[in-house]
């Protein structure tokens, strides 16, 4: 399963998102690439990057990336 281990991205600051930089965790999420996978399965993995945080910067990316659903546009009630 090393593969599916390996993190394909650098976090916008340019670090590699390696094993030991990371912190892997997850966050449920209903949006179009979620939705189309398997019940349980909808939610992002998301990587902190622990450099980024070294510096105070909170640099969180998403697996699979983020797309917000059509016409959910921001809306306040
Ligand atoms: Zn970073
Ligand atoms: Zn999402």
Known sequence: MQA????PFLCPAGHRLDAGNVIVGWSPCVCP???N???????HRT???LP???????????LP?????????????
Request: aromatic residues 10%; glycine residues 10%; positive net charge.
């Open 4 to 7: 599916s281990q390996h993190v």
């Open 33 to 35: 690439p979620c939705n």
């Open 37 to 43: 996978r398997g019940r349980g399965l909808r939610g």
């Open 47 to 49: 990587y902190l990057c």
């Open 52 to 62: 980024c945080k070294d510096e105070h910067v909170t640099t969180k990316c998403y």
């Open 65 to 77: 990336h983020h797309v917000p659903a059509q016409g959910a546009d921001y809306r306040w009630p």
